[in-house]
C-alpha cells in the first residue's frame, strides 16, 4: 500500500504523493483555495431500544468493551492525548487488542508521546499497521526509519477534527480516557484524581466514530458535570485504576527561559507587539508552554500593567503564567484548549471564565469560521525557517521526524503570526534557503524574532511601516541568515533522505502540503 | 399535497396517513419497535474562506441575513420556543420574507404561541405553506378547521432532535434568537436585557441548518460565554432592538394551585412517591410549571426534608420552588431544559449546579440513551386518558388541537410515570373510554392519580405491590370513571370530526402515533 501512488508537485513547489494508505489525495493548493463540495460525514442512527434504560453502560474491562465494539482487523482506532506523556491508555487498548488476536489496525490518536514507544512491538507484530497521527519522539523516529507499513499522516489539531468531519478519516473504535465519568459515559478532565483539564481533542472521536469507550478512574453517579463528553455519544464505560499521570502533561518546558539569547528574543517580541500597537485595551494572544514563549508573556503582562490595559482573551495551552493573568484580571478570559500544567487544570475546574474549546471551535477550517484567525498575535515555535518565511514544525536538522504538528498550523492563521526563534542551535543555523519540511506557508508568517534582529515578511508592509523609525532591531532576513552562517561555518548540511515517503504532512484543509522521506540510515 | 395518501392502521390501532406532506411515513409499530437503519443528516462542508477572518459576521437587518441566506419559494426556516409567548423574532422573519417575496415556506418552530398568530394572515396569503411543530392556542385552532394547506406535525422535544438529525426534516434557514451574542455568532440565553435561561431547542437548528441566523438584542465583544449555540455554526449575526420578553417565559401557571381537589391530588401523588419507595437519598424527579405539578414538588420537599434525603438531580422546566431546593440543598443538580421563570433564568446564570441541557442530551430517542428514561419519577399532565392508561395532551374534549406535546412523549421513558389529573374539568369526564387523540400508549403509562383515588396500570405489579396494605387510596381506572360519569351524568360527547387528517402525532422514533381530524363547523 505504502508505495501504490506517484508524485504530484503541489502550489508550493513539494512533491507529494497522490494516494496516501489506498486513498486518493489532494496537493495542496494554497491558503484558502480548496474548496470543500461534499458533506460532513454522516454516522450510524442509533436507538435507545439498544441501551440501557438505566443509563449504566459499565462493561467488565477494556477487552471486553473492544470486544463488544466489535473490533476486527484493519479497523481504525483513536485515542487523545490530554495526557501527553503521562498516558496509560492507548497501550493497554493495543495490548487488549493483541491478546483479542486482531491485526492490522490503524492507530489515530490526536498525539503520540515517548510513553508510547511500547507500541512499536505491536508495529512490528502486526498488530497496529499505521498510526496516523502526530509522533512525538520514538515513534517519529520508527516512521523516518521506513519501519512503519503505512504512511504516517500528520494533521494539525483543527487538521484532524476536518479529517473526521470530512469523513477523510473513519473511527470505527473511540477510546476516551476520562478523568471522571458517569456510567452513561457523560465524562470530563477537570475532576478526579488524573485530572488532566479538558477533553476537547477527543470531540470528534465521540461525534463520528461508530462506537466510543469511555475509559475512567473515577465514576461517579450521574450525571457527570460538567460533561466535556455527552454519554448521548458513548456505547460502553470501563473502569480503570489509573487511567493516566497528570504530572506529566507538561509540554517541554513551564520554566521561563533562563537563557540571556531567548530572554533577548521574548523581550524583542514583547517590544514587537507594543510597537505596532497590536498591544491595546481589548486584544488577544496565544502562546506556547515553551520557555521563550513564557517570558513573552511575561513582558507582556508587565507592558500591559504599565499602560494599564488588559487583554479580552488569552489563548491556551495554559499555565500558572496564564492563569496568573485571569486571576489578576488581566484577562477577561482564557480559551483554553489543553491545560499544560496542574495550575492549568485547577483554574479550568474552578473559574467560569477559564473556558475549554476544542478544535471544532478553535482550528476546524471546515467550519463558518473559527477561533483562531480573530487573535491578535500568536507566538509559535519552529525547527527551520527559510528566507521566503516558510517554516518547519516536525522534522529536526538531520530530517527525523520528531515533533508533531499541534495546533501550529492553526495558529498561523492569526491576524499577526510571530516566530520567536534562536538563530542557532547547537552551531547549526535555523534560518535556511529552503526548509526540510514545508509545514506553513510563508504567507502566513509575518515576523521571525531572533536575538540578531527582527525580520518582517515584506507581504506585511504595515507592520514595516508600524516600526519604522523605532528602536526594534529590523533586518532582512537574507542578512540575519548570512551573519549566523558565518558564526556558524557555513550552510547547515542538508538532511540524506531515501527516496521512499514515509509520511506526509496535511495543511489544515486536507490537502498535502510535505512529505517526509525516509532518513538514510549508512 | 395534503390529501396525496392513503391510511393505514398502526399498532395501537389508530388510522394514520402513510404519507405526510409529500414524504412517505411509517406507522408506529409500538414502543422501541422502530429500528433506525440510516445515517444522520451530512451537513454540507463549509470553509473558513467563505467567512470573515476577524469574525465578524453582523449584516444590517434580518431580510439582509434571509437574502444572503439565499431564502427561496418552498423553504424550510426553524424558530425556536425559549421565549415562549413573548417571542419578538418568528412574526419578524415571516414578515420580512413576505416583503421578499417568497412563497410556500415550512414554518418548522420548536413550538408557536398565541403571540405568533399574527401569522395567520401569511398562511392564508401563502407566505407560510404549513407549520410543522406544536400550535398553542390559535395556529392548532387554524390547523383544526382545516384551514393549513399542508398538514401539521407535532413532534415532541426529542422528536423534533430526531427528525433533524435523521433528515426527517431539512432545515434551509434557521433564525435563532439570542439574548445575548458576538458578532461571531458564538450565542447564550443567560445574559442580556431580555435573557429567557437557555437556547437548547435551537441546537439541532444550529447543527443541521444549512444557514444559520443569529438575532440578538444585546451584542458583546467576542467571546460570548457561555457558549449556549456555537459560533462555528453560525452565518449571519442580526441586531434588533427587542427580540423577546422574558416576562412571558411562563408556562401555563408557575402558582401553587389554590384548589382543594388539586391540593390533594398533589399531596395523593407525593404520598404515592413516598410509599412505593422511588423516594430515597439520591432520587430524581420531573415535574412541570402547572399549578399542580408545582404542589406536588412542595409536597415532596417537605417529605425530603423530614426524611434528611437529597435528591441527585431535579428536571426543569425550572421554576423559583426548584431553584430553592437546589440553593437550599435538597438537590444536587438541575437538569434544566427551560427556564419557566425568572429566578429559573437567575440560577443558570448564577449557579453551575443549575445545568442547562438540550433535547440531544435529554429526549433524543435516536441517541446511545438518554436522560429521560434515568429520571426516577415524573409527573405529567393530559388532557383525556383512557381505560387503557393511553393519553392524550394535544385535542381538547370538543376535539380541537390547542396544545404542543413539548418534551412530554419523552418523558414517559421515565423509571416512573404519573399522571397526576382532575377526575373531570368544566363536568366533562377526563377518563374516557378511548382517547380522542393517542400521543402515549398506556404500556408507559404507570399511575393516574385523581382527587377519588390512585389507579395503577396492572402492567406495574410491583408498585401495586409496593402500596398494598398503605393508607394510599388505589382503586381500578374504571371504578373512577364510573363514580365520574354518575357525577357528571354520563360519558362526555364524542367530538365531532370530518373525516379530512389536518395534522399527524409523531412518536419519539419518527413513527406516526396517531391523526388529528378537522373539527365540524356546524
Known sequence: MKNNYKMVKNAVGRMVPDHVNGKSAVPYLGVGKFGPTGRKAAPLIATCADYPSDGNKVVADLKTALIKAGIKDGMTISTHHHFRNGDLVANK??????????????????????????????????VIHHIEGSMNGPLGDYCSAGKMRGLGVLRSHGGRYQAVQDGEVHIDIAVIAAPTADAFGNANGVNGPSACGLLGFALADSQYADRVIV?????????????????????FVVVMDKIGDPAKIISGTTEITKSPDRLLIAELTAEFVKQTCILKNGFSFQ?????????????????????????????????????????????????????????????MRENPRHVNTSPFTSYNYHGKGNFASMVDVVVLGATE???????????????RLLHGIGGWQNCLFSKCTILPIPSFRDRIPVIVDEVTTLCGPGELIDVIVTERGIAINPLRQDLIKAVAGSSIPIRRIEDIQNEVEEICGGKPDKPRFEDEVVAVIKWVDGTIIDSVKKVKSD
Open 385 to 399: 525557517v527559510d528566507v521566503n518565511f516558510n517554516a518547519n514544525v516536525v522534522t529536526h536538522s538531520d530530517g
Open 287 to 347: 502562546g506556547g508552554a515553551g520557555g521563550t514563549s513564557l517570558s513573552f508573556a511575561i513582558f507582556l503582562e508587565e507592558m500591559m500593567k504599565e499602560m494599564g490595559i488588559k487583554a479580552r482573551f488569552v489563548r491556551g495551552g495554559s499555565t500558572q503564567y496564564l492563569v496568573e493573568m485571569l486571576e489578576s484580571g488581566l484577562t477577561d478570559y482564557i480559551l483554553d484548549g489543553q491545560t499544560f500544567d496542574l495550575e492549568g487544570v485547577r483554574s
Open 93 to 126: 487498548v493495543f495490548q487488549a487488542a493483541a491478546e483479542i488476536g486482531v491485526k492490522d489496525l490503524m492507530w489515530f490518536p490526536s498525539a503520540s508521546f515517548p510513553c508510547h514507544s511500547p507500541l512499536i512491538e505491536l508495529l512490528d507484530s502486526g
Open 215 to 235: 475509559v475512567t478512574d473515577n465514576l461517579i453517579d450521574f450525571p457527570c458535570i460538567p460533561w466535556q463528553i455527552q454519554g448521548n455519544y458513548v456505547d
